[in-house]
């Protein structure tokens, strides 16, 4: 079964704007990693983010984990068409087996 | 990061055939993932391609219908047996990276569909 929750399951947002996905999961993580894969094609690294960090930026991606919480966020500043997208959370926790999310489907209007 | 290739990138097949799906990596890696992902869904582990041995299987897949080689660092099939149409989905491997960030990395997938 999926461990990773993630919310909302689609948005749609107009570009420019900020969207923000959230990750739910249920058990201890070494790390968790986000992904976006577009149409059903490959998935693309987006960020790692490690069980002691708790914020992490990479250029117009924020993200951050909060392991009290078991939850973590994904925030995309300055949304862009090209975002459209789905995006995945993913974690691992004792080996390297990933747990994926159940996703959020993004659609950045123009 | 590793760069994944996979062979073919989509195919449309017939029931009761079987189709094998490449994945090639640019570099050595020790750990290579096969995932499948159903039509609107997310991914699920099917197996760990394990160099050298027999796959380890995640619960709910078997050897027989899913049968996997790895015979060396860079290289990985993966074989979807006597299809149904209940087969269609996305066929991903990945490779985790050999930092120690364990960064895991996938392939451009290969889209099937049965008829």
């Known amino acids: 079964s999926q461990q990773g929750e993630e919310d909302p399951q689609a948005l749609s947002i107009q570009e420019g704007e900020n969207a923000t996905m959230n990750c739910s999961y249920k058990?201890?993580?070494?790390?968790l990693q986000w992904y976006r894969q577009n149409s059903g094609r490959g998935l693309v690294h987006l960020i790692l983010?490690?069980?002691?960090?708790r914020e992490k930026h990479s250029g117009r991606l924020r993200v951050t984990l909060d392991t009290s919480k078991k939850s973590s966020s994904l925030l995309i500043t300055a949304s862009r068409a090209a975002d459209t997208a789905s995006y995945f959370c993913?974690?691992?926790?004792?080996?390297?087996?990933?747990?994926f999310g159940t996703g959020t489907q993004l659609k950045v209007e123009l | 990061s590793a760069v994944i290739s996979q062979k073919p990138s989509r195919d449309i097949c017939q029931r009761g055939t079987s189709l094998t799906i490449q994945c090639q990596v640019d570099?050595?890696?020790?750990?290579m993932f096969w995932y499948r992902q159903q039509p609107g869904q997310s991914l699920t582990l099917i197996a760990t391609?394990?160099?050298?041995?027999?796959?380890?299987?995640e619960s709910g897949f078997v050897i027989d219908k899913f049968p996997i080689s790895r015979p060396n660092l860079t290289f990985s099939t993966l074989t979807v047996s006597n299809m149904s149409p209940e087969d269609s989905s996305i066929y991903l491997c990945?490779?985790?990276?050999?930092?120690?960030?364990?960064?895991?990395?996938f392939g451009p997938g290969t889209r099937l569909l049965v008829l």
């Open positions: 993913a974690t691992t926790g004792g080996g390297n087996k990933l747990t």
């Open positions: 990945s490779v985790v990276s050999s930092g120690s960030a364990k960064t895991q990395y």
């Open positions: 983010i490690r069980s002691n960090e």
């Open positions: 391609a394990n160099q050298g041995s027999e796959a380890t299987y």
């Open positions: 058990t201890s993580i070494n790390n």
């Open positions: 570099s050595q890696v020790t750990m």
